[in-house]
């Protein structure tokens, strides 16, 4: 009976030691991200004899709810994404485990090769984002370039853009006008200068005319500044003056992506991300820097992020810590996300190997321009919550769609936007 008992009871050890070696880890992909994820995680269990990696792979419009879901009844998985914006408020609520004391532990990471203002997105000192300890560590570093299809520009005789220049304002519009056509004569317009979604790329017209959301101390809304209304209102006269881009009707059946992959837009926002999906267009392309208002303002763009965030409920947190700086900074996974063309690599010591890989674009070094010099952060990562950077973007479509006049729109919104800014100073206080 005694034998028994040890038996049942080394039983239990073994056990609990293997569901300690469990860890799961819960993010929304495409598929083709999935199959390069789960070549990572075979890799790693192969090279950690015991450890299961649980992968949950869920879409992305679905992933915050899950999220929220899974720490409400107390079963978050152990690792997860987390975004710039997020990390505030995760930190507060103690929903993340302080990565400061792993982040030199790992084997095959140099931490140190990581690039700081990926890091930066990920620090909190309780009071500012970009200062402190580690509290996720960058997934990527996502450069939102600008594209133009070449072959059109060829096609139109118009000299292929300078790679190190931005188009001013006028000298855009002027191309756009060019590329615009009716290419088959049926009276309508089928070919467009471009198509841009206001929520990705309105922004970077107003940083490109000098203009931003909010000031520099980050608690006051500028949106009535005149260079801001003037960026609203060159935005919107694109469909509404100058008719170089589809209307939101026209939009409705062959949206901005369907004409740029199928090569009837000029220009078009292109991303690290998307070079899988662009791989087999039938058109080159190349990138460049967006717009400015004037020869003498800089260009901007955004610099996105998501992060890999340890639960601070993990039952394993050296092998989730580890877990995650393996797909954040190994050297043989940013290899291979970069050959596999999925991102730039975090590791700044792979940017002569992704700047010189062959086919479209070209102009890579575009995307590291972007990493080191020019890319910005969403004005909502300022921040502890976004709802005053949605309001803008709530009821922008009267602007675009004639309704209401850019300078009239901005007077409105700009007090209720600081309103909600003040609501979520007040918030993070408390």
Not at 10 to 19: E, G, K, V, Y
Not at 217 to 238: C, G, H, M, N, Q
Request: hydrophobic share 40%; aromatic share 14%; charged share 25%.
């Amino acid at each position: 009976m005694k034998r028994f008992f040890l038996i049942v009871f080394f039983l239990f050890l073994s056990f609990a030691a293997a569901q300690a070696q469990e860890i799961t880890w819960m993010n929304y992909a495409n598929d083709q991200e999935r199959v390069i994820f789960q070549k990572l995680i075979d890799r790693f269990e192969a090279e950690h004899p015991g450890v299961k990696i649980k992968f949950l792979s869920v879409q992305q419009a679905e992933f915050g709810a899950k999220i929220n879901a899974s720490f409400s009844a107390n079963e978050p998985p152990d690792i997860f994404y987390v975004g710039p914006e997020s990390v505030r408020a995760y930190v507060d609520k103690n929903r993340l485990l302080d990565l400061e004391p792993y982040v030199n532990s790992a084997a095959g990471v140099n931490f140190s090769d990581l690039y700081e203002n990926a890091l930066k997105k990920y620090r909190y000192d309780g009071e500012t984002l970009g200062k402190g300890d580690i509290w996720a560590l960058p997934k990527d570093l996502g450069p939102f370039a600008f594209g133009y299809n070449a072959d059109l520009f060829k096609k139109a005789g118009i000299p292929l853009p300078d790679k190190d220049k931005p188009y001013t304002f006028a000298e855009f519009l002027d191309v756009c006008r060019k590329l615009t056509r009716d290419t088959d004569g049926d009276g309508k317009i089928d070919q467009w200068g471009t198509s841009l979604d206001v929520n990705w790329s309105f922004v970077q017209f107003v940083w490109g005319n000098g203009a931003d959301f909010l000031d520099e101390s980050k608690k006051k809304v500028t949106i009535t500044a005149p260079e801001f209304i003037e960026a609203l209102r060159y935005f919107s006269d694109l469909t509404l003056k100058y008719k170089v881009t589809p209307t939101s009707d026209e939009s409705k059946n062959t949206p901005p992506y369907a004409r740029w992959c199928n090569g009837t837009l000029g220009f078009f926002p292109v991303a690290p991300w998307d070079l899988v999906a662009f791989a087999n267009l039938p058109f080159q392309f190349d990138v460049i820097p967006w717009p400015v208002g004037k020869k003498e303002n800089k260009t901007a763009t955004w610099l996105g992020s998501v992060g890999y965030g340890v639960s601070s409920e993990t039952r394993n947190p050296e092998l989730a810590a580890e877990f995650a700086l393996y797909l954040s900074a190994n050297r043989e996974t940013m290899e291979t996300m970069c050959d596999l063309d999925m991102q730039v690599p975090n590791l700044q010591s792979l940017a002569d190997r992704y700047v010189g890989k062959q086919g479209n674009p070209k102009n890579r070094e575009e995307f590291i321009q972007i990493i080191s010099d020019y890319g910005r952060s969403w004005p909502a990562e300022y921040t502890y919550n976004a709802s005053w950077y949605n309001r803008f973007f709530s009821s922008i479509q009267d602007v675009l769609d004639g309704k209401e006049s850019a300078e009239s729109y901005c007077t409105r919104l700009e007090p209720k936007m600081q309103r909600l800014l003040d609501r979520a100073a007040k918030k993070q206080k408390s």
